[in-house]
């Protein structure tokens, strides 16, 4: 597979948010919030770049319909347990595709009233949005094509490639 984004690169790139976050919440707490599964292995690193108080937390969803024609339909499937209300919340996700799943989440998550909510996504596809978000943090912006690895699947497959690649003849399902 054509590798898109190199692991050196990714571990800059993560450095660099790490160095950002550490920075905007000096002397404060965070709760780092990853969207299962596939920004686990991105919360691994980040966690570790970031030199503040903070703890961990999962959150899970569904989404319906064809990635090409997105209906608008997200369902949560795990909510986190840690209590959130006057917290910062740093919402950590993979990729930043049409925008439908981070405006879910971050609406659900408002609801526990936080003191602060940031995003940070390893990618983004600006180019395919079609729900108006944006990332706080944000590691590459990509083209429109379909990436594997570094915790990004294709049906569950290729999550543990080190490096993240274009899957050919994937398109956008
Ligand atoms: P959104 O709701 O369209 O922004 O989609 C975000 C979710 O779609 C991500 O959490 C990924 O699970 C998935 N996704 C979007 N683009 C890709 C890709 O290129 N490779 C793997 N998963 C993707
Ligand atoms: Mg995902």
Redesign the pocket.
């Known amino acids: 597979m054509e590798i898109l984004v190199k692991r050196e690169e990714i571990a800059a790139a993560v450095a660099r948010i790490g160095k950002q976050i550490t920075h905007d919440f000096a002397g404060d707490s965070v709760v780092l919030v990853a ?1 299962l599964k ?2 686990c292995l991105f919360l691994s690193d980040l966690a570790r770049q970031i030199e503040l108080d903070a703890t961990f937390d999962f959150i899970a969803v569904r ?1 319906y319909g064809a ?1 090409k024609h ?1 209906a608008g339909e ?1 369902q949560l499937i795990k909510d986190v347990t840690t209590p959130l209300r006057d917290r910062n919340i740093i919402l950590v ?11 879910f989440l971050r609406k659900h998550l408002y609801q526990h009233q936080p003191r602060s909510l940031k995003i940070a996504a390893l ?1 983004d ?1 600006p180019s ?1 949005r ?2 108006a978000v944006q990332a706080d943090y944000v590691g590459f912006q990509i083209p429109d ?4 690895g570094y915790g ?3 049906a569950e497959r290729f999550r543990n490639l080190p490096d993240i690649c274009v ?1 050919e003849e994937a398109g ?1 399902e």
């Open positions: 969207v596939g920004a989404s990635k997105p997200v996700e993979d990729i930043l595709d049409t925008g439908l799943t981070l405006t990618l596809k395919r079609v729900a094509k379909f990436v594997v990004l699947d294709h899957l956008q």
